[in-house]
């Protein structure tokens, strides 16, 4: 869990900014103005999956390393479980934290408003933004100023068995979450395949919110809106979808058994990221057919609009790196459209600007099948502790789901955890 800031913390985040500031402009001109000229060595973290993932980043870094033979980047692999808490700790001792990193785009607003980000607007890490699509790009955002550069970027969609939908009569995916429970039922007369697996992980309860014009609170308005009518509708739709369409969850181990059930042919359709396809395609129902697997947005709620949550990954300068010229060079080149074509041939990741869909990158089903989607893509809600407010969401969540508590209980008692977290806010 995300906690407040201690005096001591703050401190040190106000003497780094004010480190930041003084030093910064002199080293973004050079990086600017003679790229050629800027030489010495930084230091990155890349995040990625060591095993499948990191060697595409390694052989870009040589590919940098080539053209800016004056700057040496010392590369190290963090692993994603642990590096906000290392980030954290280093940014505010002052130690070992890296020049760059490649950090989860919802970790972007806490780390900006503790000031351990070097702001990038008008440096030459952040260029040509008009090619970046509109979501990865807003995630860059905190307090009007931009703090990353978008590098991959992912959504939430509805994944769904063709074969088991074709079987059941079913023409196309659902669009709108009443249709997938009536496709459910017909599903689960004409197959036996349960119609979806309700995750019980808060984030994968976004598309709903979304969808009814909800979220978790109003930073303009400095309201707790998770317990609103819109909110309500919302997770009670989630329940109804549960008790009538979901294979039984096992709370112990959803994710798992949500995988094994839709890749096994036991449950027809899923909400779930692209970072699960490979996965998908190693079951009996989709390997040696990935045509079988198909893609469409998430179902749409009452207002009639499908959105899920902006996913990924952006690159961030630290803002106590002592070069920081070397640092926006880098960011530069990691997040160009080359480089991101360079990564989703090799990865199947989503790049983050539009010129990176080529056709040769769009031959991966698995991008070519999000990158519509991605249009339905919209942030979570800018405040620093927006991941600490999914703890007390998922806590209620769960005993909703489960049958333990009224939906507006449970939303109720949530907005009241939320008013801890986010000091000043009212209910609305």
């Not at 030093?23 to 973290?45: L, M, R």
């Not at 349960?194 to 109003?218: M, R, S």
Request: glycine share 10%; hydrophobic share 40%; proline share 7%.
């Amino acid at each position: 869990m995300r906690r407040g800031i201690s005096a001591v913390a703050l401190a040190a985040a106000v003497a780094l900014g004010a480190t930041a500031c003084g030093g910064g402009s002199g080293d973004g001109d050079a990086a600017a103005k003679d790229p050629a000229s800027v030489s010495g060595s930084i230091t990155y973290w890349d995040t990625s999956d060591a095993t499948n993932e990191a060697p595409a980043y390694q052989a870009l870094i040589a590919q940098f390393e080539a053209a800016y033979p004056k700057i040496k980047v010392h590369y190290q692999n963090v692993p994603f479980g642990d590096v906000e808490n290392k980030f954290k700790s280093s940014a505010q001792s002052g130690k070992g934290a890296p020049d760059v990193m490649r950090a989860d785009v919802g970790l972007i607003p806490e780390y900006a408003s503790l000031s351990y980000l070097a702001p990038l607007d008008h440096t030459a890490a952040l260029t040509d933004t008009g090619d970046f699509l509109p979501g990865p790009l807003n995630t860059t955002q905190y307090n009007g100023r931009t703090y990353g550069v978008p590098s991959v970027t992912d959504t939430l969609a509805l994944l769904y068995n063709k074969k088991l939908l074709q079987q059941a009569g079913i023409a196309k995916p659902p669009a709108t979450w009443d249709e997938l429970i009536a496709d459910a039922k017909v599903l689960k007369e004409r197959t036996g395949a349960a119609g979806t697996y309700v995750n019980p992980d808060t984030y994968f309860l976004l598309p709903l919110l979304f969808g009814e014009g909800a979220d978790l609170a109003d930073p303009k308005a400095k309201k707790i809106t998770v317990n609103s009518p819109q909110a309500v509708k919302a997770v009670t739709m989630a329940k109804k979808i549960y008790d009538t369409s979901s294979l039984p969850v096992d709370f112990a181990n959803a994710y798992d058994n949500m995988q094994a059930a839709f890749k096994n042919g036991k449950v027809a359709m899923l909400i779930q990221g692209p970072w699960s396809v490979p996965d998908d395609l190693t079951g009996s129902a989709f390997k040696g057919d990935e045509a079988n697997l198909g893609y469409a947005p998430v179902p749409a709620g009452s207002t009639g609009t499908a959105a899920a949550p902006t996913g990924g990954h952006d690159l961030v300068v630290y803002a106590g790196s002592k070069n920081l010229a070397a640092s926006y060079l880098f960011t530069r080149f990691m997040t160009s459209a080359q480089s991101q074509r360079f990564i989703a041939r090799k990865n199947g990741t989503l790049p983050t600007r539009a010129s990176a869909y080529t056709p040769e990158v769009l031959k991966d089903p698995k991008i070519a099948g999000f990158r519509p989607i991605m249009k339905t893509a919209r942030n979570r809600v800018s405040l620093p502790q927006v991941g600490s407010l999914f703890v007390p969401l998922q806590q209620e969540y769960v005993k909703i789901l489960q049958g333990q508590e009224p939906v507006a209980k449970g939303l109720d008692d949530a907005a009241g955890q939320f008013r801890k977290l986010l000091p000043g806010f009212t209910v609305g």
